[in-house]
């Protein structure tokens, strides 16, 4: 939309950052946060869904991004839970919470140094919930990564039990404009689907593709509310490979940079379009120019 000139200096723009769940292709977030760092472009607020809750929180709390980086490369699957005899699950997450109290400057709402949502999902009623404003950050991301069958639910005071938020909202964008974001970028990591595994040749390949096409779907209505979206080309990545940092970050890093004038455009759009004569002069400029080259 072209905005009127007016006297006045605008105001800028807040920027809100939507980081998608993905699990280990979630390290490609760190690239993109790298690139808007090194270009002047301020995140206002963040939202983060499972793996993009590990980050967006670790962002939100004051990590440095080489801090982040090297926590990026040095997180393994056996630093998030560990084997439970429940039968809700295969493993506990509480390894998790521990891993990020030890690592994080601040582990509260409270004490953010940005406005942060993290997006996790009722069980039970299948409603979004989105944790914010006040309480365990710890716990908060612990609910968001509680992939269900995998790990147990993560309980909260209410009795809830709350799950990954990859079922409600994998990009959550709508989180982050509920912090009073003007502008969204949203960082999709789960783009390119599943390159590195082919056409299912069982029933179990025929369901891990079923559950990626019902993901994209539902991710196309999330990416919606986005006026960029950043897509890192690593469907070639498998969700469990975290020795791959490196790879992932490089990929972020290059996904970001692709988008950086969509997202200066989004910042600081034209402030009128062009008058009618005004395209017709540059049109007959240019004509003209072209003309002169010829001949010559």
């Known amino acids: 939309m072209w905005r009127k000139r007016t006297s006045e200096k605008p105001k800028r723009l807040r920027v809100g950052l939507a980081l998608s769940g993905g699990a280990a292709r979630g390290i490609a977030h760190v690239g993109v946060l790298k690139v808007l ?18 980050v967006a929180g670790a962002y939100a709390a ?6 982040l980086e090297d926590v990026g490369r040095k997180m393994r699957w056996r630093n998030m839970g560990r084997v439970t005899l429940s039968k809700l699950g295969i493993q506990h997450n509480e390894r998790m919470g521990k891993f990020i109290r030890e690592r994080f ?5 409270e004490d953010l140094k940005m406005p942060l949502a993290v997006v996790a999902a009722d069980l039970r009623t299948g409603e979004t919930v989105v944790l914010k404003d006040e309480g365990d950050l710890a716990f908060a991301i612990r609910a968001s990564c509680a992939l269900p069958g995998w790990y147990v639910p993560v309980t909260d005071e209410g009795g809830r039990q709350l799950v990954d938020g990859g079922l409600v909202a994998n990009v959550p964008t709508a989180a982050v404009r509920s912090l009073g974001a ?3 970028i949203a960082v999709d990591v789960n783009a390119e689907g599943a390159k590195f595994m082919g056409a299912p040749q069982s029933l179990i390949g025929v369901l891990m593709q079923s559950m990626i096409v ?6 196309a209505r999330q990416l919606e509310l986005a006026d960029v979206v950043i897509r890192p080309k690593i469907g070639h990545i498998r969700w469990d490979e975290m020795g791959r940092a490196d790879e992932l970050i490089a990929a972020g890093e290059h996904a970001a940079r ?5 997202i200066r455009f989004a910042l600081e759009p034209p402030a ?3 008058r009618k004569w005004l395209r017709r002069w540059q049109s007959e400029a240019a004509n003209k120019s072209e003309k002169h080259l010829t001949s010559s």
């Open 37 to 54: 760092e090194e270009h002047n472009i301020r995140v206002d607020c963040i939202a983060g869904t499972s793996a993009g809750a590990v």
């Open 62 to 67: 004051g990590l440095s991004l080489a801090d």
């Open 105 to 109: 400057p601040v582990t509260r709402f």
């Open 182 to 184: 003007d502008v969204v």
């Open 214 to 219: 019902v993901h994209r779907t539902a991710a």
């Open 258 to 262: 692709a988008c950086l004038e969509e």
């Open 272 to 274: 009128e379009p062009p």
